[in-house]
DNA sequence: CCCGGCGTTAATGCAC
DNA sequence: GTGCATTAACGCCGGG
């Protein structure tokens, strides 16, 4: 059962927090909420960012609903010109040739 | 306050259980689950079909892996041609030609 | 005919379409994929009907968040459901929310 | 210079190139998509550090999908939290659970 | 038998 | 408020 045996000293807080063990656990979670809290900030910053920058583009004249289109093409683009070059090949394994 | 007038009429379960409304409210909740969970239940049903079928295609001699990817590239495909035959139109969009 | 221009391509792979064997495994291609794809448009057909519940659900007033929560823990078992709650609300404590 | 082929084909779309007022616009258009890219290239590798914080989290002993579900709690405002957890126990109860 | 990766599907958030 | 694009969660699959 050491799967279980972070949660067991969770389990015990309040009841036995003298034990080291237990306060290491509820510091490890606590770094690792706060850690990946500050990441997901990060990232929603760098939305905020692009957001602006549609905003500049849409003020330059850009249709900004085109613009998109025209960046998820090319986030896609590389893998769909990989699997039109394997495409016949699929077919041939497919049918076990 | 309407938004809430459902969410209230349930909130006198076991209270006023006498008054028709919320009783009805009850019962359009668990008609409504009941609906779903058949929906998905149907589902859950086809999804074992269609491995079943993985299963059958493999002791066939054909590659399930590379059989997923046809049916995955065969659901995609019409989508990329039309994407295909606008995408020049976009540039031009894109830079207010 | 867009249903067979597929089924054509296939056929179009091999250059010794007369070998027996080769047609025969194209066949049962033909078939594995027809059904496969046939399943995965029920199932389909049937996130479109779940959906339409969820709209119905909402027009009579009540939370489809909360809802489809609802359903979500329906559909684990009883034990791992008070657990998961159980091990939610010690990290929540662990963290003094 | 994989980098420029994209730039040389918005170059490549117009004839007539030596319009100074089109160049503007493929120059401006190249430097927002460069842009964007590159701020949703940033996001997805703090994605990446979030998901290697779950497998940490993981091997520490921690129940990763509890954790999500704890920091998508933390993640609402509080009175939110309280009135959809209020919700839901109305709909348990409401249907026995 | 468990684990990590992947593809699909649901859910959130954003733009209109 | 609605539809859509993105993002996160879920379940399945093959490998160790």
Redesign the interface.
């Given at each position: 059962m050491?799967?279980?045996?972070?949660?067991e000293d969770?389990?015990g807080?309040?009841h036995n927090s003298d034990e080291p063990r237990k306060e290491l656990?509820?510091d490890?979670?606590?770094s690792?909420?706060e850690?990946?809290?500050r990441?997901?900030q990060?990232?929603k910053d760098?939305?905020t960012?692009?957001k602006d920058?549609?905003a500049?583009?849409k003020s330059?004249?850009?249709?900004t609903k085109?613009?998109r289109?025209?960046?998820a093409?090319?986030?896609k683009e590389p893998d769909?010109v990989e699997?039109q070059e394997t495409?016949?090949d699929?077919?041939?394994?497919?049918?076990?040739?």
């Open positions: 050491s799967d279980t045996e972070t949660a969770l389990a807080i309040g656990a509820v490890r979670l606590r690792l909420v850690r990946i809290e990441l997901e990060e990232k760098l939305g960012d692009v920058i549609y500049e583009a330059a004249g850009f249709d085109v613009l289109q025209l960046i093409i090319r986030r769909d699997e495409l016949l699929l077919y041939r394994r497919a049918l076990g040739m």
